[in-house]
Structure formats: structure tokens, C-alpha cells
């Protein structure tokens, strides 16, 4: 079974532009995290969803948005890219509709704003 | 809101030895689940372990086990047999049994294993 896939994996942006990253859950997965990883706040969370629905959003400015399609399949959004946006993105899938926490990430999307 | 705190940005350990990892939280809440997920180097995050809060057994996965002490809100993570394929960075995190469907991480340990 393949797993959560992350595309693109890196990428080079530049202040003010916008970018969009995407997640392929693992097959008859439902449910798709975003969370953001910096060497200095960590891993926060950004938002999830389950059959295209946002059930909770993190605290992140509006510049931050996220979607999935009715495949699963979910992509999100950073507008007016900020240095501080450089991150590592990771997406990560669970099966489950109920909260049990037992997440499967992918690998990242590296994004570097200069 | 909950918290989760890692105190050992860096630990070590001789190969076959074994490293206890900390962890501690807080949280006003009575249902909630406990995990350890592992980095290793530009290859992606994966759960080693994971405790119910109602369980007081604590959980074990072959050479990994927790010490769950809920009353101190404390969860160590155990790594017995230390294997040089267990150096990554590990995180702490929490969920919540409610519906906020978000986990809460600590800031994690750097593990190293020496040969």
C-alpha cells in the first residue's frame, strides 16, 4: 500500500509570491493533517480535514489556508509568502473519523521563501 | 490548552545500552491519548508507541515501553537494546479523546546512538 505522498517536496519561493502544496492520503484514508516544522517553534498544527470538511483550524494567519477533494486528496495554500513561512510542511493521513491521534506523514514539502 | 514538554533537547546512548526519554503535559482533560513518534533524518515521521489515558498498563512495542505516571502527567519512553537505526528525533505529543482532531508535540529529543 503506498503511503501518504507529498508533492512538491522542494521548492523556492520568493517574499509576496504564493504557493500551493498537495497530499495524497494512503488509500481509504479519510482524514489529512497539515502540520508546519520549524527548527524554532517545532511542529504546530495548521488544520485537518475529514470528507472535505475542516473540522479545526491552528493558529495561523488567513494567509494560510487548506482544502481536500472528494478523493481524499487535499492541498493547501500560503498567500503572500513571508520569510518566516519557510518551513517544512507535513501532511500526514488516519483512517479513523473518530480522534485517536495514530497519524501517518509523509515525507514533506521543504519550502524555502527568499 | 494543552502543553507538552521535552526536556532533553539531545541525549545520548551506547549501542545496545538502553535511554529513557522525558516527557511531561498538562491538560485539564480526563480522555485524552499519549504517543512517541520518531524522525529520522530526511525520511518521514512514524509512531513507536501510544497510551490511553485510561489504561494503566503501561504500553510496550518490542524494545520500546513507556512509563505512563498520569497522577504526575509524566511519560517517559523507554529504548532498551539501543539499535543504531534508532538514532532520529523523537517527539512527544498529545490528543485530546475529544473533537479538536489536533496533536500536540513537544519539541523533541535528538537521539544519538554511538557505535
Known amino acids: 500500500k503506498a503511503g501518504v505522498t507529498q508533492t512538491p517536496r522542494y521548492l523556492i519561493k520568493t517574499r509576496g509570491q504564493q504557493v500551493t502544496l498537495s497530499c495524497s492520503p494512503i488509500?481509504?484514508?479519510?482524514?489529512v493533517s497539515w502540520y508546519q516544522q520549524t527548527p524554532g517553534q517545532g511542529l504546530q498544527f495548521l488544520f485537518e480535514y475529514f470528507s472535505e470538511t475542516q473540522r479545526n483550524k491552528g493558529n495561523f494567519p488567513g494567509r494560510f489556508s487548506g482544502r481536500q477533494f472528494s478523493n481524499s486528496r487535499s492541498e493547501m495554500n500560503v498567500s503572500t509568502l513571508e520569510l518566516g513561512d519557510s518551513a517544512l510542511y507535513l501532511c500526514?493521513?488516519?483512517?479513523?473519523?473518530?480522534?485517536?491521534?495514530?497519524?501517518?506523514f509523509g515525507e514533506g514539502s521543504r519550502l524555502t521563501v527568499l | 490548552a494543552q502543553t507538552v514538554t521535552q526536556s532533553q533537547p539531545e541525549m545520548s546512548v551506547q549501542e545496545a545500552e538502553t535511554v529513557t526519554l522525558s516527557c511531561t503535559y498538562d491538560t485539564s482533560e480526563s480522555d485524552y491519548y499519549l504517543f512517541w513518534y520518531k524522525q529520522p533524518p530526511s525520511r518521514q515521521m512514524i509512531l513507536v508507541i501510544r497510551q490511553e489515558a485510561y489504561k494503566q498498563q503501561n504500553a510496550t512495542e518490542n524494545r520500546f515501553s513507556v512509563n505512563f505516571q498520569k497522577a504526575a502527567k509524566s511519560f517517559s519512553l523507554k529504548i532498551s537494546d539501543s539499535q543504531l537505526g534508532d538514532a532520529a528525533m523523537y517527539f512527544c505529543a498529545y490528543i485530546s479523546g475529544g473533537s479538536n482532531y489536533k496533536l500536540t508535540f513537544g519539541k523533541g529529543t535528538l537521539l544519538t546512538v554511538n557505535p
Open positions: 488509500s481509504g484514508h479519510r482524514s
Open positions: 500526514a493521513s488516519s483512517f479513523a473519523a473518530t480522534n485517536t491521534g495514530e497519524l501517518f
